[in-house]
């Protein structure tokens, strides 16, 4: 690519880059404004909360300082602990039920038929609907007197789905991976449809079988797609908020009471900001460990290609 | 305990949630520059401001038009909220420089952390001499709008208080009458079952419904009481040997099946409950007032055909309480910012006496199907239901507020989950009373 016989514009469009001075480095100034909304919305209000985890404040009056009062409650109450164990539960069993099938849906779905098209528009519907008309929708279709299983009259589906304390939790997951899969089969389905077809013909050629080829290509090309779609399960499933709330409130009793819910009514239902901003921080520091760790674990700070060979 | 309160989630909370820590450092910044003392609203003078709720602004609107016209000098801006986007917002904005003049307030233990705060203002001796509209109000409504035997809030709104509603068709069939006392309830549980009906409608997935059985329990059990040494703060209040036996006597219920099944999943707030007990599924729901407006979107001619039938909460033997108590939701109030002027705080006192509970008022509320708490309405409202549930208040010789609204607000949440427990039977009388225990005080 030579600019030299392109003329008045190019030379001009050089000329601006020797003005802007230091070559194809971009300018520093380019990172301001995420860095302004960064800092803005990001760091000061973490600050803060940090900040507000030491003092009592009921939002009146203005904060007192306590020192590690709320910690100490905090991390000596066991409604935190079942908080956390809680919100371990929901990440591992959205994981272990999301993954496969928004595995399958992807890969289903980056064929290139035409109904697929079809199909994918139908599967990545709830992608398009608020979590709160999501929550309010399932509400009524688990009603136990109106819902899904009196119009079906089906006895089976007659349960206590959000009153029974021992089903509440799964019904909860089964609704957020009802929202969520379609988003991850997103994912993979851009991940499948990157995946080179010359890698399905060598393989067919060497007579791998569909099943076969699924796990000896597909898998391992999608690494990358897997890591990152897992990384944003797991954090964000530390911060599913809305969906549980409008469902269950936290209840019955504790039995979906996720540490930002418990954040949340501490914080606004009880207005104890300063115990529910150590739950606030607590969160951050969960939410960075379990994501630096996943990075590290799969090597995926080192992005390497897939594609070595194809 | 309004129906447009209980809306599960508003878009502020939503957001609140979804940036939690950006709401607190909102909110932070708020209370920083709210230690200024400037006056209410952001201009000097008499002139105010007025936070209200849409639910009540049609009440409202008429008489700040009206004011307005009048007082040029002390004019009011009125800005009006969705009820739960206004509860997140003059938490923060009470305190702050542009605090309202007017304060829409629910009364209770969110009005007390305003008194103790020092936010509202003491209006019984401005009110001295002006209180000729009050007079016209029930003292047990006005009560409500007392903190320490001081008035800080007056009346703004319709009463509302909780009350049994029965399908007169299924007991005809199951061939009972309407429970008069807790003994005729229960007896009455295993003959409406093998009737093939379920005995109680409750909307527990909604929460709030499972107060109104403790509330009432309690006060027939022991009397209005119980619950004030609660909220004086008193040690141990709520090992009240009557808390105990109220909260008993509701696992018992829960035992005998009186119950529909699957109650803890039944929404309140879609009014699914009242549908149980409209559509002749169940025979008898506990509910608030505001529940009767519903109930024709649900069955048609439900009401008109004589199906509904509606009576106050069964007397406890032996119960100290008188039986024709109430418990629910007395009224919603004004109260004025102890940051006004004294010009300001004299205009609302004005204010207050020259538009509110005047006979066009009344009219308006009463029209609108809602139950004015004022001494002589019976005339203004239609016969049946309304006039009934009017009497019923104006007979009550206490009011007992909704004990969410009257607990502080870190009481309250502690009450919610325990309650909550307590009605799926994983906690015992004696638990709930020990963990509720220690939120005396705050």
Excluded at chain 1, 80 to 95: D, E, G, P, Q
Aim: one cysteine or more; a neutral charge.
């Amino acid at each position: 690519m030579t600019a030299t016989t392109a003329g008045a514009p190019g030379a001009a469009r050089e000329g601006a880059r020797a003005a802007g001075g230091r070559g194809a480095e971009p300018s520093a100034w380019y990172l301001a404004p995420a860095l302004i909304f960064f800092v803005a919305f990001g760091i000061v209000p973490l600050v803060v909360a940090a900040v507000l985890s030491f003092t009592t404040w009921d939002g009146l009056t203005p904060p007192k300082f306590t020192g590690l009062d709320n910690w100490v409650d905090e991390l000596s109450d066991p409604v935190t602990y079942n908080a956390l164990w809680l919100t371990l539960k929901v990440i591992v069993l959205s994981w272990v039920l999301q993954t496969p099938l928004s595995l399958l849906i992807g890969v289903f779905t980056a064929g290139r038929q035409r109904y697929r098209a079809v199909l994918s528009a139908l599967y990545f519907l709830p992608l398009v609907l608020s979590a709160a008309a999501i929550g309010i929708a399932f509400k009524a279709l688990l009603d136990p007197n109106y819902g899904l299983g009196h119009a079906f009259g089906v006895k089976a589906l007659v349960q206590d789905w959000l009153g029974n304390t021992d089903l509440v939790l799964y019904t909860v997951v089964l609704v957020i991976a009802w929202q969520f899969i379609p988003f991850h089969s997103l994912l993979y389905q851009a991940g499948a449809r990157q995946i080179p077809p010359s890698l399905y013909e060598a393989a067919s050629i060497d007579g791998a079988g569909r099943v076969q080829q699924f796990f000896s290509i597909t898998i391992p090309q999608l690494k990358n797609t897997i890591i990152a779609s897992t990384t944003l399960m797991v954090v964000g499933s530390l911060t599913y908020f809305d969906l549980v709330f409008i469902l269950t409130q936290g209840g019955p009793g504790y039995a979906t009471r996720l540490l930002p819910l418990d954040m949340y009514l501490t914080g606004f239902q009880a207005s104890q900001l300063g115990s529910a901003s150590v739950l606030a921080v607590l969160l951050v520091l969960i939410g960075l460990v379990l994501a630096t760790i996943i990075t590290r674990v799969s090597g995926f700070n080192r992005m390497t290609s897939q594609q070595e060979g194809a | 305990m309004t129906r447009a309160m209980r809306t599960p989630l508003s878009r502020r909370s939503f957001l609140a949630a979804g940036g939690g820590l950006a709401t607190l450092a909102a909110t932070g910044a708020l209370s920083a520059c709210g230690s200024g003392r400037s006056a209410g609203g952001s201009s000097a003078g008499a002139a105010m401001t007025m936070w209200g709720i849409t639910g009540d602004q049609p009440f409202i609107e008429p008489t700040v038009t009206e004011w307005n016209a009048a007082h040029a000098d002390s004019a009011i801006s009125a800005n009006y909220f969705g009820t739960n986007d206004y509860k997140d917002k003059i938490r923060t904005g009470i305190s702050s420089a542009q605090a309202p003049t007017l304060v829409y307030t629910w009364g209770g233990g969110t009005m007390r952390s305003y008194v103790d705060a020092g936010l509202v203002q003491d209006l019984t001796g401005p009110l001295s001499g002006k209180s000729g509209f009050l007079d016209k109000v029930l003292p047990s409504v006005l009560d409500a709008g007392k903190v320490d035997g001081k008035t800080y809030a007056v009346p703004l709104s319709a009463s509302a208080p909780v009350l049994f509603y029965y399908n007169h068709d299924v007991l005809t069939k199951v061939g009972i009458e309407q429970p008069k006392t807790w003994d005729d309830l229960m007896s009455a549980v295993p003959k409406i079952k093998s009737a093939g009906f379920a005995p109680i409608s409750l909307g527990g997935g909604s929460k709030w419904p499972y107060l109104m059985w403790i509330e009432y329990l309690v006060d027939r059990i022991g009397g209005p009481d119980v619950f004030k040494r609660v909220l004086d703060n008193t040690e141990g209040a709520w090992s009240d040997p009557a808390v105990l036996q109220a909260c008993q006597q509701i696992q018992d219920l829960i035992s005998a099946g009186g119950f529909a099944d699957g109650y803890a999943s039944v929404s309140a707030d879609t009014n699914a409950d009242l549908a149980l007990m409209a559509t002749g599924r169940a025979a008898m729901l506990l509910q608030g007032a505001w529940a009767f407006d519903s109930i024709d979107g649900i069955a048609k001619n439900f009401v008109s055909d004589g199906k509904l039938a509606y009576g106050a909460f069964p007397a406890v033997s032996g119960g100290k309480g008188d039986p024709m108590n109430i418990a629910g939701n007395p009224s919603q109030f004004w109260a004025v910012s102890s940051k006004a002027n004294p010009q300001q705080t004299s205009a609302a006192i004005d204010y207050f006496s020259s538009t509110l509970w005047t006979d066009p008022y009344t009219k308006r509320l009463a029209d609108s199907g809602n139950i004015p708490p004022v001494k002589d309405a019976s005339a203004l409202l239609p016969k049946g239901f309304p006039q009934g549930v009017y009497e019923m208040i104006q007979k009550a010789p206490s009011f007992q507020m909704s004990w969410d609204l009257a607990l502080s607000p870190a009481a309250s949440a502690a009450f919610w989950t325990q309650l909550d427990l307590l009605f799926n039977k994983s906690s015992t009388p004696q638990k709930f009373a020990d963990a509720m225990n220690k939120t005396i005080g705050k």
